[in-house]
T-cell receptor
């Protein structure tokens, strides 16, 4: 039951540019979360946005949520080579109990 | 630092073996989860637990079982390992509806 779908699947940019990743989902949610995964490692929680919030910031990260369109975006400003990783959105669906449902991720490559 | 610890980073097992993957968290979280991650398929939920001795099947429970005898420990068991269970296994925990804390993952190869 894949709920979130990220777009694009892969993104390549230069250092200093902004990176935007999008996530669409299907059912009502309590919140939506974004995670980062460096190659071969576990995922790291980046940011959580609740269903009654429209925008949230954390450092160079900006997340928006549009519940009417069932979509979210993650913007990373002034990208660095260290931002190279896979990024996943995860939805805390109202019907899904306590388990998050993850998308397949966007692979971001930032070159110097 | 709070953490989720998975007992092995890399594991190689033979077909038919019984395999135990251990996960321990030190955050007093009620909820614990096991996912597997495969290229092109993303993260798929195997089992989760919302309390000691409680378990719920996820999307792909076949061939797996779990054990949660203590709050801090959630074990994934492959009853009879098969080559199609070669994968990266990720354990996570959380309180209520917050974010997950993940372990570093166990890359299991079944030969």
């Amino acid at each position: 039951s894949q709920q979130g779908e990220e777009d694009p699947q892969a993104l390549s940019i230069q250092e200093g540019e902004n990176a935007t990743m999008n996530c669409s989902y299907k059912t009502s949610i309590n919140n939506l979360q974004w995670y980062r995964q460096n190659s071969g490692r576990g995922l790291v929680h980046l940011i959580l946005i609740r269903s009654n919030e429209r925008e949230k910031h954390s450092g160079r990260l900006r997340v928006t949520l549009d519940t009417s369109k069932k979509s979210s975006s993650l913007l990373i400003t002034a990208s660095r080579a260290a931002d190279t990783a896979s990024y996943f959105c995860a939805t805390d669906a109202v019907q899904a109990g306590t388990a998050l449902i993850f998308g397949k991720g966007t692979t971001l490559s930032v070159s110097s | 630092d709070v953490k989720v610890t998975q007992s092995s980073r890399y594991l190689v097992k033979r077909t038919g073996e019984k395999v135990f993957l251990e996960c321990v968290q030190d955050m007093d979280h009620e909820n614990m989860f096991w996912y597997r991650q495969d290229p092109g398929l993303g993260l798929r939920l195997i089992y989760f637990s919302y309390d000691v001795k409680m378990k719920e099947k996820g999307d792909i429970p076949e061939g797996y079982s779990v054990s949660r005898e203590k709050k801090e420990r959630f074990s994934l068991i492959l009853e009879s390992a098969s080559t199609n269970q070669t994968s990266m296994y990720l354990c996570a925990s959380r309180m209520a509806q917050g974010g997950y804390t993940f372990g570093s993952g166990t890359r299991l190869t079944v030969v």
